[in-house]
């Protein structure tokens, strides 16, 4: 079994920053992609970024500029660097990462972190 904790969200004014980590633990042979979904209140769940094994990174074109992914390989976790951030940033942030283990990959999802922005 694979956990993935989240950590670092909470509420700052706009043009504030915020950083969320996501470690994952258990039985874990590698991590392949990780990413960061959101889903503001009344919305869809959507992709903010994800980042490869080797580092390619992707970005929504809401976050572009302000936001950056990274991730430690050896830790197993995964980063979310939000500057500048904006109320409409509001919402819980949820990790994923794709997990090989047993020689087969599995999806995994964190329990979701709430970041709130006020005007």
């Known amino acids: 079994q694979v956990q993935l904790v989240e950590s670092g969200g909470g509420l700052v004014q706009a043009g504030g920053s915020l950083r969320l980590s996501c470690a994952a633990s258990g039985n874990i042979f590698s991590i392949n992609g990780m990413g960061w979904y959101r889903q503001g209140p009344g919305k869809q769940r959507e992709l903010v970024a994800a980042i490869s094994r080797i580092g390619s990174t992707n970005y929504a074109d809401s976050v572009k500029g302000r936001f950056t992914i990274s991730r430690d390989n050896a830790k197993n976790t995964v980063y979310l660097q939000m500057n500048s951030l904006k109320p409409e940033d509001t919402a819980v942030y949820y990790c994923?990462?794709?997990?090989?283990?047993?020689?087969?990959?599995?999806?995994?999802w964190g329990q979701g972190t709430q970041v709130t922005v006020s005007p």
């Open positions: 994923n990462s794709w997990v090989v283990t047993n020689q087969r990959q599995y999806d995994y």
